[in-house]
């Protein structure tokens, strides 16, 4: 949460009566802006995906988010940004007004551990955000990437299932590492009990695909979020003893058939220094959409 004297920037004076202005500026979203925020966010189509997610998930009210939603109203009222200010901001907006204005609520977080946007706003974001003298701990981008229909058919993974609790004890050290390996912090050291409370939400959720052969973890991917248009996969993982045998590529491409029953695509992003996974992707069919850039602070 921020100062409340960043809770709105107030519309120019005006002839008119104050109760017939529109709201104009920032405020914080309620659930009773879920439908408008999703319109607006479903304008922006995959780039948007994985944020829609979060509200489609969660609400635009939650403590699962980790932080606020705010939006930015151009004089006529109608939304010209969004933004998801906490552990994670994230941020969404077609004017340099709107990234101004989300850019210094966003500096009144103290729990912010990355900011994340399209690689075209995020210099703007960064100028408007940073303190005089703040530097970035590290910086990232990634590659947007999108599957659609005709899917390859690879071999059947007759094995290939929705991971249990059972699963936790290898599925953890695995997906924080490469928690480590994109931000450079090992999230078990800084919250090892919610990290592994979360990731246990996600497989109630169903969310978790594994291959394991004899208590032995081959292949993983998780649904981070779904909308009717995307869905949206992260922290593919495929054991490096067994690379180069097709496992993989097997696996994303039944994960791929079964999703897209539910969505028109899939989509993930790549690190733009990652060349092999890269390769991997591509393999895989799928095609560069745009380009996001990450800021760990």
């Known amino acids: ?14 002839w008119y009566p104050s109760a017939a ?39 635009l009210e939650s403590s699962l988010n980790r932080g606020t939603f705010y939006g930015y109203r151009n004089s ?43 690689e075209n706003r995020l210099e703007k974001f ?7 003298g703040q530097e970035m701990r590290r910086a990232s981008r990634q590659l947007l990437l999108e599957l659609r229909w005709p899917v390859e058919i ?20 695995v997906h924080a590492e490469l928690a480590f390996e994109e931000s450079g912090i090992d999230p078990r050291s800084h919250d090892a009990a919610g990290f592994t409370e979360r990731y246990a939400r996600r497989i109630h959720q169903g969310r978790t695909w594994v291959l394991t052969e004899e208590q032995k973890l081959i292949f993983k991917a998780e649904v981070a979020s779904t909308t009717p248009l995307t869905t949206y996969l992260e922290g593919i993982w495929v054991n490096p003893e067994e690379r180069h045998q097709g496992f993989g590529q097997s696996c994303m491409s039944q994960l791929a058939r079964m999703l897209m029953w539910r969505a028109k695509s899939v989509c993930l992003f790549v690190n733009d220094e990652s060349e092999g996974a890269q390769r991997f992707y591509r393999q895989a069919g799928y095609h560069l959409r745009t380009v996001y850039d990450t800021i760990f602070l």
């Open 1 to 14: 949460m921020v100062s409340s004297s960043l809770m709105r920037i107030t519309a120019a004076e005006s």
């Open 21 to 59: 202005l529109p709201r104009t500026g920032i405020e914080i979203l309620t659930n009773e802006e879920r439908a408008e925020t999703l319109d607006f966010l479903g304008r922006r189509g995959i780039n948007a995906a994985f944020f829609a997610g979060i509200i489609y998930d969660n609400g």
């Open 76 to 118: 006529f009222g109608q939304l010209e940004g969004v933004a998801l200010v906490g552990h994670a901001t994230l941020m969404e907006a077609v004017t340099e007004p709107a990234v101004r204005a989300l850019a210094l609520v966003a500096r009144g977080c103290q729990s912010a551990h990355m900011i994340m946007c399209e």
């Open 126 to 132: 960064w100028g408007y955000y940073a303190q005089p």
């Open 154 to 173: 690879s071999r059947n993974v007759s094995k290939l299932r929705l991971a249990t609790t059972d699963d936790l004890e290898l599925l953890v050290p």
